[in-house]
């Protein structure tokens, strides 16, 4: 059972806008920044979004992020194929006095 | 650019001992925590703990703490994951990774290319 819930699937069409969700506490979300990472198989995770709502160099536009009070939500929009793979979303926890990730979302293009 | 090259897949039996490794280059070593994640068969990412090598304070998982021993060696920019009997549970993949900035309480940035553990009798 991992700290922070997110569903473990999701899907959308090529050009859709899905949204994945990750939900908290008041130790965790609640109080510090949320990461969101992407995964495809057989690779290591990669940064997509940090502090809430920023983007590295190099991720699209068409992935965001934001926060509201214990939950957080990554958007994606003009959803592509390449865009299928796992998403995690992960932040400190203060009660723990360690990181914490959600149990990840495999997104399906259909 | 910031590098982290793991050490190869490893084999092992258990109750074997096992040392795998994650080299940093393109930074400053001593100014980031850096840490291991799990990730076993079809599972998703676990936080296993982290170290600040300036001055190796280390803070672990409650689910890793007594499992494994983080360390880091600052002459040659190298952080460690030991274990000193392994179990078949112990099978995974463990990525290294950089914390995104230089205090321990933000998640990973940086990301080594994870190294394969297979423990078997």
């Known amino acids: 059972q991992s700290v922070l819930t997110q569903p473990p699937s999701a899907s959308g069409t090529p050009g859709q806008r899905v949204t994945i969700s990750c939900s908290g506490s008041s130790s965790n979300i609640g109080s510090n920044y949320v990461y969101w990472y992407q995964q495809f198989p057989g690779t290591a995770p990669k940064l997509l979004i940090y502090r809430n709502n920023q983007r590295p160099s190099g991720v699209p536009d068409r992935f965001s992020g934001s926060k509201s009070g214990t939950s957080a939500s990554l958007a994606i929009s003009g959803l592509r194929s390449e865009d299928e793979a796992d998403y995690y979303c992960a932040a400190w926890d203060d009660s723990l006095s360690g990181a914490v990730f959600g149990g990840g979302t495999q997104l399906t293009v259909l | 650019e910031v590098q982290l090259v793991q050490s190869g897949a490893e084999v092992k039996k258990p109750g074997e001992s096992l040392n795998i490794s994650c080299k940093a280059s393109?930074?400053?070593?001593?100014?980031?925590?850096i840490g291991w994640v799990r990730q076993m068969p079809g599972k998703g990412l676990e936080w296993m703990g982290i170290i600040y090598p300036s001055d190796s304070d280390t803070r672990y998982s409650p689910s890793f703490q007594g499992q494994v021993t983080i360390s880091a060696d600052k002459s040659i920019s190298t952080a460690y994951l030991q274990w000193s009997s392994l179990k078949a549970s112990d099978t995974a993949m463990y990525y290294c990774?950089?914390?995104?900035?230089?205090?321990?309480?933000?998640?990973?940035?940086?990301w080594g290319q994870g190294t394969l553990v297979t423990v078997s009798s």
């Open positions: 393109g930074y400053s070593f001593t100014s980031y925590w």
């Open positions: 990774a950089r914390n995104a900035y230089s205090g321990s309480n933000h998640p990973f940035q940086h």
